[in-house]
């Protein structure tokens, strides 16, 4: 399978007539010119899940293409894994992932109506302001896990299965010796998970870091089992297929929560990513439940406020939204403009402090902000949920998140959803 094309700064123009006319005008609104939006590859969202004889037939008789299905891979499938093949599809979902040979998505259109073709959108290591903090703080927690009440809880989500997906993570930090660490790249090129960004590593830092020791604490559940999905890579770019497949993965290894701290900017009247709400699905259906963040596109001082990022506006996945310390939006925080792309929940996203990537010229901890902070913050507190009610479903854990939440009356439910997480 040819791999994903980080120059494209759109869809290729002859193929846009394979959009519906509101993809149409958002993928040409999205020709973004300061960096590339897509990969030139599509998904193809079948209408009905087809017996593996009728796939065949569509796949490999009538469009002629070399077809694998995710049950093929051991564990989990990897972009260097299919690189023989002109398209994968993920049995589960019943979502194909086409080569990006041209011509290709139009062929399997011309074959066939029974799919729906959405592009492969890129993600982008989300930029965060910050700066290194010397240690020790003066306090014994940070302002986040005080004021979601996880610092007062007595729970850890000791054996909660926490996946994080993102740049990697520092093994080799200190405050995490000892604990227990699931790793897989699915960057090619890269096959360790090592952080060359650091991102990563402060959002499992705030979802997963230690209760105890001298310095400050900032992490929700501190007992929590790590699983650390690497999506991007040295460069700090990744396609929306290596998010699928990290997700694939951490479903099939039993987590209990997914933490996207990413997202892809999404235009006013936009639709979702369909790709991405049957992943949440059947994420639901393992009783999984990803977390992901609302986006940081708004610039409300500027009166701008965008609308939920992907993959955070699907239903089937929770959306999480900023406050800072006096519980006032963020000013970068996404919200509710799109219909049905709801805030789901906020959580503290403006100087949060966490583990960074360690370094003999630099402190490894580091104060950053974002819905990406905010984000985490939600997944320790499902880690704990989880802990708590170990017999519940997935959607009886996100009818106890919502029920807890502090209700934040002087904000608007377009901007925090539920309200303030809050820590059983």
């Known amino acids: 399978m040819q791999g994903p094309d980080f120059s494209h700064r759109a869809l290729p123009v002859d193929e ?12 040409k609104r999205a020709a973004l010119p300061d960096r590339p939006q ?27 293409l070399r077809l694998a299905s995710t049950s093929d891979f051991p564990g989990s499938v990897t972009e260097v894994e299919r ?10 979902l019943g979502v194909v992932l086409l080569a990006g040979q041209a011509g290709q998505a139009r062929l399997l259109a011309e074959a066939t109506n029974q799919v729906i073709l959405q592009p492969e959108r890129i993600f982008y290591v989300p930029g965060a302001a910050g700066e290194p903090l010397p240690e020790p703080l003066v306090i014994p927690a940070t302002w986040g896990l005080t004021a979601t009440g996880a610092a007062a809880s007595a729970l850890t989500g000791k054996g909660v299965r926490v996946a994080v997906l993102d740049t990697g993570f520092d093994a080799g930090h200190a405050d995490f010796a000892g604990r227990h660490l699931v790793s897989k790249s699915f960057v090619p090129g890269e096959p360790t998970t090592q952080d060359y960004h650091g991102h990563g590593t402060h959002c499992i830092g705030t979802a997963c870091g230690r209760h105890h020791g001298p310095r400050t604490r900032y992490g929700v559940a501190g007992e929590s089992e790590i699983y650390v999905g690497k999506i991007f890579g040295r460069g700090g770019a990744s396609a929306g297929g290596w998010l699928l497949d990290a997700i694939d993965w951490a479903v099939a290894n039993q987590c209990r929560v997914i933490s996207l701290s990413l997202g892809a900017p999404v235009l006013p009247h936009q639709g979702i990513d369909r790709y991405y709400e049957l992943a949440g699905q059947d994420a639901l259906a393992h ?4 977390v992901a963040a609302a986006g940081n596109d708004s610039s409300r001082r500027d009166d701008v406020i965008a609308p939920v990022s992907s993959p955070a506006n699907c239903a089937s996945i929770l959306a999480v939204a900023a406050v800072d310390a006096q519980y006032g939006v963020a000013d970068f925080s996404g919200a509710a403009i799109n219909p049905h792309q709801l805030i789901d929940i906020a959580a503290p996203g403006v100087g949060v402090y966490s583990s960074w990537v360690s370094a003999p010229d630099q402190p490894a901890y580091r104060t950053i902000s974002g819905t990406s ?11 704990l949920l989880w802990e708590k009610f170990p017999n519940f479903t997935a959607a009886e854990i996100v009818a106890e998140l919502r029920r807890l939440a502090r209700p934040l009356p ?3 439910t377009s901007d925090v959803g539920a309200g303030l997480v809050q820590a059983p």
């Open 16 to 27: 846009l007539s394979l959009l519906n006319e509101s993809e149409q005008g958002a993928a």
């Open 83 to 92: 690189a023989d093949i002109d398209a994968l599809y993920y049995e589960r």
């Open 410 to 412: 002087h904000l608007l």
């Open 38 to 64: 897509y990969t030139g590859r599509y998904f193809a969202v079948l209408r009905q899940k087809p017996s593996a004889g009728s796939l065949n037939r569509l796949f490999e008789h009538q469009a002629g």
């Open 373 to 383: 902070m905010a984000t985490p913050h939600v997944a320790g507190v499902l880690a």
């Open 287 to 290: 009783n999984c439940i990803i």
